[in-house]
């Protein structure tokens, strides 16, 4: 018998498989909307029909706010962008709407995705084409309507950020019939202007409302600019051509007009820290100078001459007491050894033995007298004391050992 899976581990496997498909995670479906249901939950549960086929679908409560503008309706023609996956619980598939459009955007939709290729193809989105924005702007221009909340909040942000820095405004018609026309009016009129940025854009809008930055005369004006451009078109959701064509792509006006005014602040901030760093490279420069100073006036006393000499002189010096201590030392050594020969020879010497009552006895010949049988009587002998010599004559000897018996 094969393996046995559980419903749990198909309805998983399908989905993993789903979800795995290129085209099955990004896709548009269009249909007719049935069965809506609008849950407490803020999530919208509908079904996509078409020629006796349905499918069935639910946005979540986090993607209306970007992705729906009007309320879904029974019997509407919609196209729906989103993934389709598989609801484990019940086993179906069903689309996951992350945007809802009405079926009419579908085709602009299309135009916009055709003129996308096409400049794509023509190198109007390569990054080395890129003009790079300048760090430091004195003169700025804007291209959006006169009126309306863009406006306000770029010359709002402007005035926090650098008041210092002037603006241009071009009053363009940002949509409706004849809108591109005057966009690429702006971008001309400004560009002629010598400015250092110019920001192109408007608030954010539906598909119709935006299309004017879809437009391909007002991508090429954008590319044939000689001055910088920032496009800041829609919510940050949005893309438009202006913003694949544009220098840098800012997800809103005001995103835009913080990339182009830098913060005063924060630049001054900088120039301090700048400040900071030059004066601990200063400061750590000269005390290397000072150092180093120091160490080559050291090596400079050690080879001086004078220094020498005084050294050569305390060498000297030296080498003289030594030579005194070491003759001291060798006299008293000897001295000290002289003595103890002195005393020793006189331990030895026959006269210091006199001294004590003892004296030396001689034959008349000389000779001395070491036994009783060395003389007999009536000899001659003299007896040598440490003060002087007394003489006589053997009258009697007696022998140590008739004493003894």
Same mark, same amino acid.
């Not at 996308?116 to 080395?128: D, M, R, T, V, W």
């Not at 000689?226 to 005001?254: C, F, K, M, Q, W």
């Not at 005390?287 to 050569?312: D, F, T």
């Not at 006895?361 to 440490?386: C, H, M, Q, Y």
């Given at each position: 018998?094969?393996?046995?899976?559980? *419903?749990? #581990? &198909?309805?998983?496997?399908? $989905?993993?498989?789903?979800?795995?498909?290129?085209?099955?995670?990004?896709?548009?479906?269009?249909?007719?909307?049935?069965? *809506?249901?609008?849950?407490?939950?803020?999530? !919208?549960?509908?079904?996509?029909?078409?020629?006796?086929?349905?499918? $069935?679908?639910?946005?979540?409560?986090? /993607?209306?706010?970007?992705? @729906?503008?009007?309320?879904?309706?029974?019997?509407?023609? *919609?196209?729906?962008?989103?993934? &389709?996956?598989?609801?484990?619980? #019940?086993?179906?598939?069903? %689309?996951?709407?992350?945007?809802?459009?009405?079926?009419?955007?579908?085709?602009?939709?299309?135009?916009?995705?055709?003129? +996308?290729?096409? @400049?794509?193809?023509?190198?109007?989105?390569?990054?080395?084409?890129? $003009?790079?924005?300048? +760090?430091?702007? +004195?003169?700025?221009?804007?291209?959006?309507?006169?009126?309306?909340?863009?406006?306000?909040?770029? &010359?709002?942000?402007?005035?926090?950020?650098?008041?210092?820095?002037?603006?241009?405004?071009?009053?363009?018609?940002?949509?409706?019939?004849?809108?591109?026309?005057?966009?690429?009016?702006?971008?001309?009129?400004?560009?002629?202007?010598?400015?250092?940025?110019?920001?192109?854009?408007?608030?954010?809008?539906?598909?119709? =409302? %935006?299309?004017?930055?879809?437009?391909?005369? *007002? /991508?090429?004006?954008?590319?044939?600019?000689?001055?910088?451009?920032?496009?800041?078109?829609?919510?940050?959701?949005?893309?438009?051509?202006?913003?694949?064509?544009? #220098?840098?792509?800012?997800?809103?006006?005001?995103?835009?007009?913080?990339?182009? !005014?830098?913060?005063?602040?924060?630049?001054?901030?900088?120039?301090?820290?700048?400040?900071?760093?030059?004066?601990?490279?200063?400061?750590?420069?000269?005390?290397?100078?000072?150092?180093?100073?120091?160490?080559?006036?050291?090596?400079?006393?050690?080879?001086?001459?004078?220094?020498?000499?005084?050294?050569?002189?305390?060498?000297? #010096?030296?080498?003289?007491?030594?030579?005194?201590?070491? !003759?001291?030392?060798?006299?008293?050594?000897?001295?000290?050894?002289?003595?103890?020969? %002195?005393?020793?020879?006189?331990?030895?010497?026959?006269?210091?033995?006199?001294?004590?009552?003892?004296?030396?006895?001689?034959?008349?010949?000389?000779?001395?007298?070491?036994?009783?049988?060395?003389?007999? @009587?009536?000899?001659?002998?003299?007896?040598?004391?440490?003060?002087?010599?007394?003489?006589?004559?053997?009258?009697?000897? =007696?022998?140590?050992?008739?004493?003894?018996?």
């Amino acid at each position: 018998m094969g393996v046995v899976y559980s *419903v749990k #581990d &198909i309805n998983l496997y399908i $989905k993993n498989m789903f979800a795995n498909d290129y085209l099955l995670r990004n896709l548009q479906v269009q249909g007719e909307v049935s069965n *809506v249901v609008y849950h407490s939950s803020g999530h !919208i549960y509908f079904t996509l029909k078409e020629e006796g086929n349905a499918l $069935k679908g639910v946005m979540f409560k986090s /993607a209306r706010q970007q992705g @729906l503008s009007f309320r879904l309706e029974n019997g509407q023609q *919609v196209v729906v962008s989103g993934s &389709i996956s598989v609801y484990e619980r #019940d086993g179906q598939c069903q %689309l996951y709407a992350r945007r809802i459009e009405l079926a009419g955007r579908g085709n602009l939709y299309e135009a916009y995705e055709q003129l +996308k290729q096409k @400049l794509y193809e023509e190198g109007l989105f390569e990054f080395e084409c890129k $003009k790079e924005i300048p +760090k430091y702007p +004195k003169a700025v221009g804007v291209v959006t309507a006169k009126t309306g909340a863009a406006i306000q909040d770029i &010359i709002n942000i402007a005035k926090r950020r650098n008041p210092y820095v002037q603006l241009y405004l071009y009053p363009a018609q940002v949509q409706g019939e004849g809108a591109a026309q005057t966009i690429v009016a702006g971008i001309k009129a400004l560009d002629g202007m010598g400015l250092d940025i110019i920001i192109v854009g408007r608030g954010g809008g539906s598909i119709e =409302d %935006l299309w004017a930055f879809n437009e391909e005369i *007002v /991508a090429r004006a954008i590319f044939e600019a000689n001055t910088p451009i920032i496009s800041g078109t829609g919510h940050e959701i949005d893309n438009t051509i202006a913003d694949y064509v544009a #220098d840098l792509r800012a997800p809103t006006p005001s995103a835009a007009c913080e990339l182009a !005014i830098p913060d005063v602040m924060t630049t001054l901030h900088q120039v301090r820290e700048y400040e900071n760093r030059m004066k601990r490279l200063m400061e750590y420069s000269l005390q290397n100078a000072v150092q180093r100073i120091q160490v080559m006036a050291n090596r400079l006393e050690r080879v001086s001459p004078e220094n020498r000499c005084m050294n050569q002189k305390i060498y000297l #010096d030296s080498l003289q007491d030594r030579l005194v201590n070491g !003759i001291q030392s060798k006299i008293q050594y000897n001295r000290h050894r002289y003595e103890l020969l %002195l005393a020793k020879l006189d331990g030895l010497s026959p006269t210091a033995k006199l001294v004590g009552g003892y004296g030396y006895i001689a034959k008349e010949d000389g000779n001395p007298i070491r036994s009783v049988s060395d003389v007999k @009587l009536e000899d001659s002998f003299s007896v040598t004391l440490w003060d002087g010599t007394i003489r006589g004559r053997v009258e009697k000897v =007696d022998s140590e050992l008739e004493l003894n018996i």
